[in-house]
C-alpha cells in the first residue's frame, strides 16, 4: 500500500494524516492507474451489418458464434494491438465519420480554455458549485461518485449503445467529441476503478484542500482532456495503428499526482508501509520516465500518452499556483510593511 504522508511545505499545513493507495503505476508499478487500451475495439462492424461485438466480453448479440469467432482475435499479446506504418504509409481516419482528429483537437482546447476561465465564476455564483467552493474534499466525493455511476451503467445492457460513443475514447473513429471527457469517467472492470478512486481519494482530498475547489476542479477537467488529446495524437506521431478504444481516469490522476508532486515536492510516499527515498517529486518523475518507455516500446496495455498529457498539465497547473500564491505572499508583506 502507498500512502503520502505530511509534508514539510509552507504551501499546506493540513496534510496530517496518513493518505493511501495501492501498488500505482504512477509510481513506476506498471498495474494501476491507467487509461487502459483496452483489448477490443468497443464496436467493431464486420462483414453482416447485424454483427456487431462490443469491447470486453459485452456483446450485441448472444450469438455464441461471434464470440468464439473474435476473441481469439483481439486476446493476443500486446504488440498485436499495434498495427506499424512504414515510412510510406499514412495514418489514416475513417473517412465516414465527421469527427476529425483536428475538429476534436479545437474543440477540447476551446473546453479546456473554457473550463479554465468559467470555473472561478461557477464557484463563485452557481450552485453546487458554491456548496463546493466551502467543502474542497466534496467535490472529490462527487468525482468519486460520477466515476462509480458510470461502471453501474456498464453493468446494464441497454446502456451499452450510449456508452460506447460517448464513455469510450476510440482512436481510429472518434464516436463523439465528448468521448474526450467521457471516456475518463468510464471504467468497465471493479479492480481499475477501485485502484483509480483510491488515489483520487489519496491525492484529491489534500490536494482540492490545499488550491481551494475551483482550482482542482479546472485541473482535473483539463488534465482529464490533455490526456485524451495526448491519447488520439500519439498513434498519428508514431505512425502506429492503435486497435483498441482506451478508457479511465488515469490521465486526470497524473495530472493530480504531478501538481501534487510539484506543490510538495517532499512529501513522503509510502510504499505499504516502506517510504520511497527522493519524495513525491522523484516518484513522478520516476512515473513520467516510465510512461516515455513505455510510448517508445508500446509494453502491456496501458495508455501511456494520456498518462503523459495528464503529467504535463498537472505540472503546469502545479508551477502556475505556485507563482500565485508567491505573488499572493508578496503583496501580504508588502502591506504589512506599510504599518512599520
Not at 185 to 190: I, L, P, V, Y
Not at 228 to 249: D, E, Q, V
Not at 290 to 307: E, L
Request: glycine share 10%.
Amino acid at each position: 500500500m502507498i500512502g503520502i504522508g505530511r509534508s514539510s511545505s509552507h504551501l499546506v499545513g493540513v496534510c496530517r494524516s496518513q493518505l493511501f493507495f495501492r501498488n500505482n503505476a504512477c509510481l513506476s508499478f506498471p498495474k494501476a492507474l491507467k487509461a487502459s487500451v483496452l483489448k477490443t475495439p468497443t464496436m467493431l462492424k464486420l462483414s453482416a451489418p447485424s454483427l456487431r461485438q462490443t469491447n470486453g466480453r459485452r456483446f450485441f448479440t448472444e450469438t455464441g458464434l461471434l464470440k468464439h469467432r473474435w476473441a481469439s482475435y483481439f486476446a493476443g499479446e500486446s504488440a498485436n494491438r499495434y498495427v506499424s506504418l512504414n515510412r510510406f504509409q499514412q495514418y489514416q481516419e475513417s473517412g465516414s465519420n465527421p469527427n476529425s482528429l483536428f475538429k476534436v483537437t479545437l474543440f477540447g482546447l476551446a473546453l479546456m480554455t473554457g473550463i479554465y476561465f468559467l470555473s472561478p465564476y461557477l464557484f463563485a455564483y452557481v450552485p453546487p458549485f458554491t456548496y463546493f467552493r466551502r467543502n474542497p474534499k466534496e467535490l472529490v466525493y462527487a468525482l468519486l461518485g460520477i466515476n462509480v455511476a458510470v461502471f453501474g451503467l456498464w453493468q446494464v445492457p441497454r446502456y451499452w449503445r450510449f456508452l460506447q460513443k460517448y464513455m469510450l475514447l476510440e482512436k481510429r473513429s472518434i464516436q463523439s467529441k465528448w468521448s474526450l471527457v467521457g471516456s475518463a469517467f468510464s471504467h468497465q472492470e471493479f479492480w481499475h476503478l477501485g485502484m483509480n478512486m483510491l488515489a483520487l481519494w489519496s491525492f484529491g482530498t489534500s490536494l482540492s484542500y490545499m488550491i481551494g475547489a475551483s482550482n482542482f476542479f479546472s485541473m482535473y477537467m483539463n488534465c482529464a482532456i490533455a490526456g485524451s488529446l495526448f491519447s488520439l495524437w500519439y498513434p498519428r506521431l508514431a505512425k502506429i495503428m492503435m486497435m483498441g478504444p482506451s478508457l479511465g481516469a488515469s490521465g486526470a490522476l497524473f495530472g493530480v499526482m504531478g501538481c501534487f508532486s510539484y506543490l510538495i515536492p517532499n512529501a513522503e510516499i509510502l510504499l505499504f508501509v516502506f517510504p520511497i527515498p527522493g519524495g513525491a517529486w522523484l516518484g513522478f518523475l520516476g512515473s513520467a520516465v516510465w510512461n516515455i518507455a513505455g510510448c517508445v516500446f508500446r509494453w502491456g496495455s496501458f495508455d501511456y500518452a494520456a498518462h503523459l498529457g495528464g503529467s504535463v498539465l498537472g505540472v503546469i497547473y502545479g508551477w502556475y499556483i505556485a507563482q500565485q500564491a508567491e505573488k499572493q505572499r508578496e503583496a501580504q508583506m508588502q502591506r504589512l510593511t506599510k504599518w512599520f
